[in-house]
């Protein structure tokens, strides 16, 4: 029963999915952003997906609607940082994920607040593979909390930090 659950939660991410689902959570996580400007947002991700017949967006496009929704919801902090992983771009390798984290804290220096968005672990777990099952679960709860742990252990203590898997 869980793995159906699991298979059908990884068959719906989707570029424009992962994009709403970034909107959503800012709106509850403190952004300054009305709920109004939340819903607009969501409405013109809606309409941009009925606009594309492919659900995965270039590269390119996809960091520059992750970087206006950031700053959307975050236009005017100072001293806020933040930083997308994609993980369908490059190696999910337990030593190039601990490179990545490492440079990615060590490139909030001077900042008082850190935001590090990651996404496409799951895109990336699943290459060669046609379904989720729950060995690939365990793969992938496993790299989040090496993320995670790493992320904690290295960032300084006076760094509000975030880690947001989506």
């Known amino acids: 029963m869980v793995e159906k659950r699991v298979t059908k939660t990884a068959a719906k991410r989707d570029d424009y999915t992962r994009l709403q689902?970034?909107?959503a959570l800012f709106s509850v996580i403190g952004s300054v952003s009305t709920s109004e400007e939340t819903l607009q947002l969501q409405r013109t991700l809606s309409f941009m997906r009925e606009n594309d017949s492919d659900c995965q967006m270039p590269v390119k496009s996809f960091e520059h609607c992750i970087e206006q929704v950031v700053r959307f919801h975050f236009p005017n902090e100072r001293g806020f940082r933040f930083i997308h992983w994609n993980a369908r771009c490059?190696?999910?390798?337990?030593?190039?994920?601990?490179?990545s984290v490492l440079e990615f804290v060590q490139s909030f220096q001077g900042s008082l607040r850190g935001l590090i968005l990651v996404s496409g672990i799951r895109e990336s777990?699943?290459?060669?593979?046609?379904?989720?099952?729950g060995k690939k679960e365990r793969e992938y709860q496993e790299i989040r909390s090496f993320i995670?742990?790493?992320?904690?252990?290295?960032?300084r203590e006076?760094?509000?930090?975030?880690?947001?898997?989506?």
């Open 158 to 166: 006076e760094l509000d930090l975030s880690v947001l898997f989506f």
């Open 148 to 155: 995670e742990t790493l992320a904690l252990r290295h960032a």
């Open 21 to 23: 689902n970034l909107n």
């Open 90 to 99: 490059i190696s999910i390798d337990p030593l190039w994920v601990r490179a």
């Open 125 to 133: 777990l699943l290459r060669g593979g046609k379904r989720w099952t």
